[in-house]
Structures are given as C-alpha cells and as structure tokens.
C-alpha cells in the first residue's frame, strides 16, 4: 500500500514500477562511476594554473569526443542496440582502468588534461547508453512523465562523490576513487543485463509518409532529414558554451579564493554536494509537475532565460562594486542554479523533443547532439577561455559577455525547436501518404448533381416534405437525399422543422443531408442541433460540421459543450467505480463515445487537421503513435482540458480517474447513483442497451416510478422490454406502487398488452447475448450490437430440412441458436455447426454463390441477417463493419497459415 501510494506521488503506473526502478539504479551506479573520475580529474587539474589547464582540458576534451562520437555512430548503424550498449559499457570499464594508470604513474598537466578528457569520453559513452535504451524502452508520454525521475538515479550518486571529493588529500586516494568507479560500471552493465532480458531494447522502424519541409540538401548529412534536429542541435551546441564558461568560472574564483588544495576541495565538495542534492530533489518532487503545469516550452526556455538574468545580476554587481566575498557568493549560486536547471530541467526535457522522431532517427539525432555539437559548444567556450587568459584586464567581463550572447542565441533556437517539435508530432501521426492526410469525413456515397445550368434548382415545401419522408425508404433515400443537397439552403427551415421528431437514424440522415449543404444556414441547424440535450443529435451535428470552417462567433458554444461532456464523464466514472459489472461494460462504451464527440468539439474550436490526426493516432494500436498524439494534443489545447482529456485516455485505475476530474471540476456535492441518472435521463444521453441494462437494476419509489413511462413506450424493443420487466416486477413486489401508476396512467394496459402481442419468442436482450457470444461479434460492445437486434429474423427447420443448397446465391448469414446444422459438398460431411456458431458469412459482404449445401440435422433455430438489412445497419453503425472485417481477417490469415504449414 505504501509502494502503491509513493508510486502513484511520483506519477509511477502499476505496470512501470519495475522498468523505473531499473532505469533509477541503473543510471545511480553510472552516476557513482562518472562522479568520481570528475573528482579525480578536478583534484590534479586545480593544483596548478586552472585558468590556463581548464581551458586547455576542455578543447582536448571536446575533440576527444568528437573522435568518440563519430565512432559510436558507426557502431549505432552497424550493431543492434542491445549489443550497443553492452559493449559500450564494457569499454567503459576498460577506459576507466586506463584513467587508473594515469592517475598512479602521472602527475604532470598532460596527464591531468588526459585524464578529464577520458571523464568527458566516459560521461558522454555512459550517456548515450542509458538514454538510448530508454529512448527506445519508453515512449514520448512516458518519457515526459519519468525521463526526470529516472535521470534523478545519478544525483544522489554525485552527491556521495563530492562528499569523498571533500576526504581527498593525496594521489592514493585518487586511486580508490578509480577503484570505486570500476566497481560501479560493472554493477551498472549488470543492471543493464537485466533491463535487456525483461524489455525488448531495439529501435523499430515505423513507416511514416515524406516530411513537407525538411533540411537543406547540403545540411542533411550533418542534420538529418529533420528541422527539429537542426534546431536542437545549434541550441545545445549554445547552452554547452554558456554551461562550460560557468563551471570555469567557478572553479576559477574559488581557486583564488581558496589556495590550499584540502580546503579548496572540500569548498568545492560542499558546493557540488549541495547542487546535486537539491537537483535530485528538485527531479524526484517538482519537476513532472512543473512541466505538466507550464508545458515543454517554458521549461525549455528557464535555462537561457536564468543566463541572461545572471549576465544583468554581474553587471549591477560590477557597478555597485561588491565584494570579493560576495562575488565568490554570487559564481557558487550561479554554479548551483545552472547545474539544477540543466540537470533537472533542460536535460530531461531536452531529451523528451528527441521522441518525437521515428526510433532510428532518434538515436542518430541523440548521437549526433551529445557526441559532437554539445562538444562543439564546450570547444567554442574552451577556445574562448584559452584566449582570455591573454586578455587579462577583460577576464571578468567578457566571460559574460559572450555568455548573454549565446544564451541569446539559444532563447531563438529553442523557440524554432519547440515548433519544429510540434510539427514533428503531427508529422509522426499523420497518415503516411499524403493523399490521404485530409481530415476523414463520412462517406454517404451521396453525391451533389446540379442544374444543366450549374446552378441549384427550386422546389416547392410540399415536395421537399416528401423527400423527407423518403428518408427511411431503402430504395429511395440516396435519390431523396441527393435531391435536398441540390436544393441547398432552400430545404434547410424544413429539415430543422423535422428534426424535433426524428427519432436517432433519422437525426443522422438530416444532419448528414444539411452537412452537404453549404452556408450559413445550414451550419447554424447544425450548431443548433449540437446544442440540444439529445447526445446522438449533437454528435451527428458535429460530425457533419466537419465539411465547414470554424466560426470564432461559435467558440462559446463548443467550450460549453465541451464543459458538458466533461462533467458528464466525471459522472459516468464515479458511476463505473460502483456499478454491477454488466452496467460497467456499457459504461465504458458510453465513455468512447463521449470522448468521440469530444474530439468532435475540438475540431470547431482548434486547428482541425492536428485534432483529426491525434484522433486517429489515439484510436492506433501502436503505443507510440498514441503516445505522440497525446503530446500533440497537449501542446494545441488548455491544460485543464488536456488533463481531463488524458485520463480519460490513459489506462489509469478508475480511483485516478475520478481524482483527476474531481480536481478539475470539483468533487459532486452529493453521490453520483448512476442507475437512477441514467433511467432519468434515457435515450436522450445514453444508448438503447445502457438504459435497458440500467432498468435491470433499478429500484423505483413513489417519487421516480413516472420516469418508467417513456421507457415504455420507447421505438427501442430492448428499453420497452426491460420497461415492462420493471413494470411486472412492480406488480410483484410493490403491488401499491404498481396500481398506483397504472390509475394515473390509463394506457399502460393497452401498451402492455401491444408489447407482449408482438414479443418475440426470443427476447431482444438474449439476441444481443447470442451476437456477442459469436466469434464474428465478441470483440463488438453489446451496445453497437443492439442495432443489429432489429433485423435479427428467427426462423425454425425440422430435421433434415435444406438451409440453402450448392450454387444458391449467398445473401444471409445465420447464426445457430439451437439444434445442429450440417454443412454438406454432396454426401461428404464438411463440418457441424452448434449453439453459437455461425455460417455464410462471407454473404453479408458479397453475394455469391454458396461453396456447400447447409441442413438441419435435427431441430434447428437459428437467426438469419439478410445482407440489404446489414448493409443498412453498417451503414449507420461503422464500428459494426469493423469488427466483422477484423474476424474475418483473422480467420483468412489463419487458414493462410494452415496452408502454409500443410
């Protein structure tokens, strides 16, 4: 319970606890080793003449790793990741037992330079590895949420490092330091061992269409095919410069403050133990939430931002000559907040806007930062410090100077890198041809023909009335419809006049005619339709929006309605954490289908084509698409809705959920009884089988029994069913209840008597039952499938009675209820089909001849879906093809494995 609630303080999903806590341990036993080659660098480098050796360790560092980097981007090309990265660390060790030599047998400035040099080499191998496993183990959310709390692994490690830096006083010493690192770096490759056996740590390459804008021909060698690398690139190569000159300046001042080298090394200890820890702090508690709260931007900019105030801090300590104890105060803060905002702010979210590429391109543009432009960076600043140690009447000033002029630099980088990122993203979700990255609308086949003349032509009310009454004709309803879209906004008045009537297929038939009809009148009925209390009108209405551009003056609206959704999703959550479990699985459909229309809302209120591609890339059974669309969205829309948005997305316990929205909306002042809201509330918000289920449960009073009446006489067999149930439960248990409401309401008896007269020998709700117990409808919500209820036909054979012979033409599916029925090629036997099982279903798609002869091998009940009936119900419920498309898949990619085993 503890680890459970600590987990979910840090933001830890139950499934990610043990891949975190890898990673953590994994980067602490790095952070030992490197810290402790740092101080053994830094002890010899500090003993003589720091302003001229530092900068001279930097230059020869920065070409040693550019050598390395080059070279492990051969590698990065020719070896798979896991192998990468095992030998990357094994090289790691073997460096470090070089640097052990040097330190034993060498104490001149060459070896000192040598020896920071293989600090840089190691801290930039130790570097690439870890980051490059958890690029590919975590995704873009992911990493936003924990690249902070895994990196914060090597801060309390550095910390235990400039603590031993504060006990060094000789060169032995060093040498334990050294032995302590290697011990590390093999603690971390087994730690590594562990990650690789239990995730699987390769880059995967996702075909993604050709990027619109792309770098220069003459870039793309260094850069890539991507602006974003190009962006991020110049502006770490910037921050590098600004971070080098700020930690030379440091030690510079404290080694002119402090000329005894124990007490220079303990002062520098105590500095670097502060800095670490309050990072580690500041990773592990504040930073996921400061970057949920002010977004990847800002963050992005803290850092240059902190510069360039720090640069006008100097100059008005310069003009109000400060002391050289307030100076040395001053570089050890300046140390201290640049340290903590790189470590726990830049870097990991520095690190997150490398996610966005495909996964091969992300750690080619991981290498090509760290291994050569951050080391460009730290040589710029080398070179420039090599040369100030020859200026010295500018040595206090001009160091400020071009670090005000980089950070600058940087504030402008990393404005382009932010949206190059975003454009990355939606690159990454997008459709991968182009032709089809427009946003997807709905397809009715209905086509708009004109006048001879090309214009639309007129008709009279009376003719428009009957085109609206051939609606619901199968056979005339695509003429009809195409005739009122060639009437334009003439027939808009008398479509809004039929729709307070229209029952739910209705409603989308006239919203989908208006949709095809352009002009401010028409898209005004639809805003209008939106906003009415029946949910299937307003998503009708919003879908058919899609074909308009967005209206400013319609804002209000939308962001009212999306508050609308969102309270009813706290609603339907704080529902599910109570509700039976059949009441829970219509609950959730419920919730798709409120995030559909949210999604809907979002493209009226913001641009359009990232709302439809994050749409998609959220539906995608890829965990990194969802993931970037998220990101996208989170980048395009406000906080509080992104939030609310997200869990409903997310895989999070139900509790989580409802913590969530209750923050964002308040908790409800009384307890949420689904049951009662939704008998309440109907076929207005909720769909056919929801009520149903929800009228199983319901328990009426005096005071709520007169909600039973609409249900009885709802256009739903399935409500009208559970109705009646609920009225003949009444008479058995609550007779008093039960006589009253049948003396306020005298036509009851004569609905009941109507409904049991036409009550088929198998309820509605045990047909919906038997579709999702089928194979073809088991993955479909019992929700989607009481569509097909309707057009179930219950037909009875006797025992050997022919179902359909060889050669007819297929035109229905049949679903076996009871009895056996024998598939038959002459007198050869080829299978049986029982209770549940289904047959000619490839007739519902395509009518051919049947393959075989089907009969009864005893009594036989069965229901039987012609194909024009299923055609109409696909038509107006899309997930119902869907799922028959995927089973059907499956069983063909099957038989083709049989095959190809046989």
């Known amino acids: 319970m503890l680890l459970s609630t600590w987990h979910r303080f840090l933001g830890i999903r139950p499934d990610e606890g043990k891949t975190v806590w890898l990673f953590f341990l994994h980067n602490f036993l790095l952070g030992i080793g490197t810290i402790l080659v740092y101080v053994a660098a830094n002890v010899i480098l500090l003993e003589n003449n720091p302003e001229r050796n530092l900068p001279l360790a930097y230059g020869v560092a920065a070409l040693a790793l550019m050598g390395v980097g080059r070279v492990y981007t051969h590698f990065e090309h020719h070896l798979q990741l896991q192998k990468l990265a095992v030998r990357v660390l094994l090289a790691v060790v073997a460096l470090t037992g070089v640097l052990g030599v040097l330190v034993a047998v060498g104490h001149s400035v060459a070896a000192a330079v040598a020896i920071?040099?293989?600090?840089r080499v190691i801290y930039l191998l130790t570097n690439l590895e870890f980051w490059g496993v958890s690029a590919v183990v975590f995704d873009v959310r992911q990493s936003k949420r924990l690249f902070s709390l895994i990196s914060s692994g090597d801060m309390p490690a550095k910390a235990l490092g400039a603590v031993l830096a504060i006990l060094v006083h000789a060169h032995t010493d060093l040498l334990l330091l050294l032995l302590l690192a290697f011990g590390a770096y093999v603690g971390a490759l087994l730690i590594l061992r562990t990650t690789i056996s239990s995730h699987v740590v390769e880059a995967r390459s996702v075909g993604r269409r050709e990027r619109q804008a792309s770098t220069r021909p003459m870039l793309q060698r260094w850069f890539g095919n991507s602006q974003l690398v190009l962006a991020m690139c110049l502006s770490l190569t910037a921050i590098a410069a600004v971070t080098t000159t700020v930690e030379y300046s440091f030690f510079v001042n404290v080694k002119h403050k402090f000329h005894d080298q124990a007490t220079l090394m303990r002062y520098v200890g105590t500095v670097l133990t502060l800095t670490y820890l309050v990072a580690m702090l500041f990773k592990v508690l504040f930073s996921q939430f400061t970057v949920e709260r002010l977004g990847i931007r800002w963050m992005l900019l803290a850092l240059p931002g902190m510069v360039l105030l720090a640069v006008l801090l100097f100059g008005g300590l310069r003009a109000g000559n400060a002391s050289d104890a307030t100076m040395l105060l001053y570089f050890c803060g300046l140390f201290l907040v640049l340290e903590v905002l790189r470590r726990a702010v830049f870097d990991p979210v520095f690190l997150v806007l490398f996610q966005a590429l495909s996964a091969e391109e992300r750690l080619a543009a991981h290498t090509t930062a760290?291994?050569?432009?951050?080391p460009l960076g730290m040589a710029l600043a080398g070179l420039l410090l090599f040369a100030l140690h020859h200026l010295p009447s500018a040595n206090e000033w001009l160091p400020f100077l071009w670090m005000g002029l980089f950070a600058a630099g940087a504030l402008v980088f990393l404005h382009r890198t932010y949206g190059h990122y975003l454009a990355e993203l939606h690159h990454a979700v997008s459709r991968r041809f182009a032709g089809d990255a427009t946003t997807e609308l709905a397809d009715t086949g209905w086509h708009q023909p004109l006048s001879a003349n090309g214009h639309a032509t007129t008709a009279s009310p009376d003719e428009i009335r009957q085109l609206l009454a051939a609606l619901p004709d199968r056979t005339k309803r695509r003429a009809a419809a195409a005739r009122l879209v060639q009437l334009g906004e003439a027939a808009v008045p008398l479509l809004a006049e039929a729709l307070p009537a229209a029952d739910e297929v209705m409603t989308q038939r006239l919203a989908q005619v208006c949709g095809r009809i352009p002009g401010p009148a028409s898209r005004q009925m639809l805003v209008a339709l939106a906003r009415q209390p029946r949910l299937f009108g307003r998503e009708a209405a919003l879908r058919a929006l899609r074909n308009f551009d967005q209206e400013p003056a319609d804002e209000p609206v939308f962001q009212a309605l999306v508050r609308e959704e969102l309270q009813l999703t706290q609603?339907?959550?704080?529902?599910?954490?109570?509700?039976?479990?059949?009441?829970?699985?219509?609950?959730?459909?419920?919730?798709?289908?409120?995030?559909?229309?949210?999604?809907?809302?979002?493209?009226?209120?913001?641009?359009?084509?990232?709302?439809?591609?994050?749409?998609?890339?959220?539906?995608?059974?890829?965990?990194?698409?969802?993931?970037?669309?998220?990101e996208i969205l989170d980048n395009i829309i406000p906080r509080f809705l992104y939030q609310g948005l997200q869990a409903l997305l997310d895989v999070l316990p139900v509790p989580d959920k409802i913590r969530t929205f209750d923050q964002l909306l308040g908790a409800p002042s009384v307890p949420v009884a689904i049951v009662p809201l939704i008998v309440r509330l109907g076929e207005t918000t909720f769909s056919d089988w929801t009520v149903s289920v929800a009228l199983r449960h319901w328990r009426p009073t005096a005071g709520t029994v007169d909600q039973l009446l609409p249900h009885l006489q709802s256009t739903s067999l399935l409500v009208r069913e559970s109705g009646f149930t609920v009225l003949d439960q009444l008479a058995?248990?609550?007779?008093?209840?039960?006589?009253?409401?049948?003396?306020?309401n005298s036509t009851i008896a004569s609905q009941r008597m109507a409904h049991h007269a036409h009550a088929d020998h198998i309820s509605a709700q045990e047909r919906v039952q038997v579709l999702h117990n089928t194979a073809l409808f088991a993955e479909t919500p019992e929700n989607v499938l009481s569509s097909i209820v309707p057009i179930m036909k219950e037909v009875t054979f006797s025992e050997g009675e022919q179902i359909f012979a060889k050669g007819d033409l297929?035109?229905?599916?049949?679903?076996?209820?009871?009895?056996?029925?024998?598939?038959?090629?002459?007198?050869?036997?080829?299978?049986?089909?029982?209770?549940g099982d289904f047959f000619g279903e490839l007739a519902l798609l395509d009518a051919e001849p049947r393959s075989a002869s089907a009969a009864a091998c005893g009594p036989v009940v069965a229901f039987r879906l012609d194909q024009e009936d299923f055609y109409d119900v696909m038509e107006e419920r899309g997930e119902v093809l869907r799922n028959v498309l995927r089973v059907l898949c499956q069983r063909l990619r099957r038989q083709n494995e049989k095959m190809s085993a046989s």
């Open 116 to 119: 920071m040099a293989g600090y």
């Open 370 to 374: 760290k291994g050569f432009y951050e």
């Open 571 to 630: 609603q339907l959550l704080h529902g599910l954490a109570s509700a039976p479990n059949e009441l829970r699985r219509a609950l959730d459909y419920e919730l798709t289908k409120v995030q559909q229309r949210i999604f809907y809302l979002l493209l009226q209120l913001y641009p359009p084509q990232f709302i439809a591609d994050a749409q998609r890339g959220v539906a995608h059974a890829a965990r990194e698409r969802q993931a970037n669309a998220l």
């Open 732 to 744: 058995q248990q609550q007779y008093s209840l039960h006589q009253q409401l049948l003396s306020e």
């Open 810 to 835: 297929g035109t229905s599916l049949f679903i076996v209820y009871d009895g056996e029925v024998c598939i038959m090629n002459g007198t050869q036997q080829l299978a049986t089909f029982r209770k």
